[in-house]
């Protein structure tokens, strides 16, 4: 009897360790993927950063950059810096490659990360193209972090109930519907 027992409670503790385990190897190797890789069309990137108001003065950051467009036009058209941040490792390596080729490696950097845990606080604009639950998400990350008066701008999803500063809605050069949102941080953290 007493025996079978000490069974039973080896083969719980052996149970919880094992679920113990799991969950870390889950939480520490997938990072969550918040939004498939989509590129959005040169022509867009262009109206994104033009409603940013991009200058030389600014620091733009892409969360979820895929292979680095946003920032590649920000630095090349404006001479800003830029900082892409993404999940998948090609996509990382894709964007270095075209910041070489655009020669612009000097203004801009690409870190592989996941972006709910990147710290934000030098950006002046940051450009979104990824879904409505991740940029709920990301909302106390962005009003907690991001100096007042810095822009956000996303390309297609919105912000829940906060308000954009502007909308910019028009057809691209394929003739597809598209619909900018631009937000400027105003110090108040948005849970
Ligand atoms: C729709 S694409 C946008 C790419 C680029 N910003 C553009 O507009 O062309 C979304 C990108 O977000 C990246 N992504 C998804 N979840 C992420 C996460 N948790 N952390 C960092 N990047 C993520 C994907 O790998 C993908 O490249």
Same mark, same amino acid.
């Given at each position: ?33 918040l ?46 810096? %830029? +900082? ?6 090609? =996509?990382? !390596?894709?964007?270095?490659? &075209?910041?070489? *080729? @655009? %020669? +612009? ?6 870190? =592989?990360? !996941?972006?709910?845990?990147? &710290?934000?606080? *030098? @950006?002046? +604009?940051?450009?979104?193209?990824l879904v409505s639950s991740a940029n709920l998400k ?54």
């Amino acid at each position: 009897m007493h025996t079978i027992r000490r069974r039973r409670l080896a083969f719980a503790a052996l149970t919880m360790a094992a679920a113990i385990c799991c969950t870390t190897i889950r939480s520490s190797a997938q990072r969550p993927t918040l939004a498939p890789y989509i590129p959005t069309p040169q022509d867009v990137v262009d109206r994104m950063l033009t409603l940013a108001e991009v200058s030389s003065k600014d620091i733009v950051y892409d969360l979820g950059c895929g292979d680095g467009r946003v920032v590649i036009t920000a630095a090349k058209k404006y001479g800003a810096r %830029g +900082v892409g941040i993404d999940i998948d490792k090609d =996509r990382i !390596d894709e964007s270095r490659r &075209n910041a070489r *080729e @655009a %020669g +612009v490696s000097s203004l801009v950097r690409f870190e =592989r990360g !996941d972006i709910l845990e990147a &710290n934000v606080s *030098e @950006a002046t +604009v940051v450009t979104l193209y990824l879904v409505s639950s991740a940029n709920l998400k990301l909302r106390p990350i962005l009003t907690k972090q991001l100096p007042a008066g810095a822009r956000i701008v996303s390309h297609t999803f919105g912000m829940g109930d906060w308000q954009p500063d502007k909308v910019d809605k028009f057809a691209d050069g394929r003739g597809d519907q598209r619909v900018l949102y631009l937000w400027r941080a105003d110090g108040k953290v948005r849970p």
